[in-house]
């Protein structure tokens, strides 16, 4: 009681449980013996749950079971088999889709995992298992599959064949001796079919698999920069005619790279990177030729030449600072380099902005700093007179001052008894109204003075 279905990744061996569920096994040995599932797409695959198949249409929605041949539409499905309960514990059990009120037609699945209790409780029946081809059940479960869990290329049964059949075919059913021709073309859809070669690499060197992985390596990159903002666009390239030296000697200038590579061709510009705040050299510098040609003989004869007692490298540039982005969808714009500001007649650099003033400015700033400062000072000060006014009167001495702290300490402690004096007679006319008013009679007419 088994079948073999030959797919497009493999061949699968199913054993049937004919005793447990005998109308699912009928149902479905027949099924193959008309070559009903023959090209039948698993249209539905999701990684370490089932893979589903069975619907002609490839939809889903459709199919029909082997009893509707013999007895009309009436017959499109039949009633599942409740008992015994069969639970999908491991992988590779075979269960035939519940397609509503428990009742069965022509699509199945097969688990991709084990332990799928979700589900015993969606009414499907299990009436088979997987006996050769767990490595198919595998490649399956690799499949790349969309949003829908339709797999990008498709994955089809090819044939369908009986190897053991318990059953006496049914008074009324035609069962072809062969499976017929199928021309794929005939069912060919939107996806990829089995048969694309979708390999990049096939027929190709193993320099050429490095130049195309290489390629696709750098656009990766590039997506990366372009997201985060380093670049205006993936596709922007650095000019090729521009030529990266670096581990340069700090006391190389510009001037002696500009004589020193010129032998190659005419220089556009040469500039020497340096620090923005003290102005020394970074090492490395970019050197402008005005065409391709010159640039590429520099780069193959300079490489590794002393110059001031270093080996300098030299390479492509890479950078694209003289690139500016202009929008989206409008482009990039290059910009030349700006004239250096001459520096020889300042005297004063500002700040961070490196801002260049003359000797006139740095006085004038200078000296309305500190004007404003002893303005600030003055002003301080009568505020400080304003709030204590005894600071403008003459100072005392010293016998002037004892007595008047004497008179101050006098003053202070006739106010502490004035005030403990008021507290206390407070307190004792409070005591004295309460007092009387216990020794006082209740107020009743019965008691009242004459």
């Given at each position: 009681?088994?079948?073999?279905?030959?797919?497009?990744v493999?061949?699968?061996?199913?054993?049937?449980?004919?005793?447990?569920?005998?109308?699912?096994?009928?149902?479905?040995?027949?099924?193959?013996?008309?070559?009903?599932?023959?090209?039948c797409l698993?249209?539905?695959?999701?990684?370490?749950?089932?893979?589903?198949?069975?619907?002609?249409?490839?939809?889903?929605?459709?199919?029909q079971?082997?009893?509707?041949?013999?007895?009309?539409?009436?017959?499109?499905?039949?009633?599942?088999?409740?008992?015994?309960?069969?639970?999908?514990?491991?992988?590779?059990?075979?269960s035939?889709?519940?397609?509503?009120?428990?009742m069965?037609?022509?699509?199945?699945?097969?688990?991709?995992?084990?332990?799928?209790?979700?589900?015993?409780?969606?009414?499907?029946t299990?009436?088979?298992?997987?006996?050769?081809?767990d490595?198919?059940?595998?490649?399956?479960?690799d499949?790349?599959?969309?949003?829908?869990?339709q797999?990008l290329?498709?994955?089809?049964?090819?044939?369908?064949?009986?190897?053991?059949?318990?059953?006496?075919?049914?008074?009324?059913?035609?069962?072809?001796?062969?499976?017929?021709?199928?021309?794929?073309?005939?069912?060919?859809?939107?996806?990829l079919e089995?048969?694309?070669?979708?390999?990049p690499?096939?027929?190709?060197t193993?320099d050429?698999?490095?130049?195309?992985?290489?390629?696709?390596?750098?656009?990766?990159?590039?997506?990366?920069?372009?997201?985060?903002?380093?670049?205006?666009?993936?596709?922007?390239?650095?000019?090729?005619?521009?030529?990266?030296?670096?581990?340069?000697?700090?006391?190389?200038?510009?001037?002696?790279?500009?004589?020193?590579?010129?032998?190659?061709?005419?220089?556009?510009?040469?500039?020497?990177?340096?620090d923005?705040?003290?102005?020394?050299?970074?090492?490395?510098?970019?050197?402008?030729?005005?065409?391709?040609?010159?640039?590429e003989?520099?780069?193959?004869?300079?490489?590794?030449?002393?110059?001031?007692?270093?080996?300098?490298?030299?390479?492509?540039?890479?950078?694209?600072?003289?690139?500016?982005?202009?929008?989206?969808?409008?482009?990039?714009?290059?910009?030349?380099?700006k004239?250096?500001?001459?520096?020889?007649s300042?005297?004063?650099?500002?700040?961070?902005?490196?801002?260049?003033?003359?000797d006139?400015?740095?006085?004038?700033?200078?000296?309305?700093?500190?004007?404003?400062?002893?303005?600030?000072?003055?002003?301080?000060?009568?505020?400080?007179?304003?709030?204590?006014?005894?600071?403008?009167?003459?100072?005392?001495?010293?016998?002037?001052?004892?007595?008047?702290?004497?008179?101050?300490r006098?003053?202070?402690?006739?106010?502490?008894?004035?005030?403990s004096?008021?507290s206390?007679?407070?307190?004792?006319?409070?005591?004295?109204?309460?007092?009387?008013?216990?020794?006082?009679?209740?107020r009743?007419s019965?008691?009242?003075?004459?």
């Amino acid at each position: 009681m088994a079948v073999l279905l030959e797919t497009s990744v493999g061949d699968l061996t199913i054993d049937l449980m004919t005793e447990d569920r005998p109308q699912a096994s009928l149902n479905f040995l027949k099924l193959c013996k008309l070559k009903y599932y023959n090209m039948c797409l698993f249209h539905s695959i999701q990684r370490n749950l089932v893979a589903q198949s069975g619907d002609p249409d490839g939809t889903g929605r459709g199919g029909q079971s082997m009893f509707k041949h013999l007895y009309g539409d009436q017959a499109v499905y039949f009633e599942a088999e409740a008992k015994p309960r069969i639970k999908h514990t491991r992988k590779g059990l075979v269960s035939m889709v519940n397609n509503g009120s428990n009742m069965h037609g022509s699509q199945f699945f097969i688990t991709l995992a084990d332990s799928l209790d979700y589900l015993d409780q969606q009414g499907h029946t299990v009436f088979g298992e997987i006996g050769e081809g767990d490595e198919v059940l595998d490649k399956l479960n690799d499949t790349f599959c969309d949003k829908n869990h339709q797999p990008l290329q498709n994955v089809r049964i090819l044939h369908t064949i009986v190897l053991d059949d318990p059953y006496d075919d049914p008074p009324g059913l035609k069962f072809p001796e062969s499976s017929p021709q199928i021309n794929i073309k005939d069912y060919e859809n939107d996806r990829l079919e089995y048969d694309d070669d979708i390999d990049p690499f096939k027929d190709k060197t193993e320099d050429e698999i490095e130049r195309i992985q290489a390629e696709k390596t750098a656009k990766a990159n590039a997506q990366i920069l372009e997201m985060i903002g380093d670049l205006p666009d993936q596709d922007v390239a650095p000019e090729e005619n521009v030529l990266f030296v670096c581990k340069l000697n700090p006391v190389t200038t510009e001037e002696d790279l500009e004589i020193i590579f010129s032998r190659f061709g005419a220089i556009k510009s040469c500039e020497v990177i340096k620090d923005s705040k003290t102005q020394e050299s970074l090492q490395y510098a970019f050197i402008e030729f005005e065409k391709k040609e010159y640039c590429e003989n520099a780069y193959f004869k300079m490489d590794n030449v002393l110059i001031d007692d270093r080996r300098i490298h030299v390479d492509f540039s890479q950078s694209v600072a003289k690139v500016k982005w202009k929008g989206k969808g409008k482009g990039v714009q290059t910009f030349e380099k700006k004239e250096k500001a001459d520096t020889k007649s300042t005297a004063y650099t500002g700040g961070i902005y490196g801002l260049n003033h003359d000797d006139n400015f740095a006085s004038k700033t200078h000296s309305k700093g500190e004007k404003a400062k002893r303005q600030h000072k003055s002003r301080s000060r009568s505020r400080h007179r304003e709030r204590s006014p005894s600071l403008s009167r003459k100072r005392f001495t010293s016998r002037e001052r004892r007595s008047r702290s004497r008179d101050q300490r006098k003053k202070r402690r006739e106010r502490s008894r004035d005030r403990s004096r008021r507290s206390y007679s407070r307190e004792k006319k409070y005591r004295d109204r309460s007092r009387d008013r216990r020794r006082s009679p209740p107020r009743d007419s019965k008691y009242r003075h004459r």
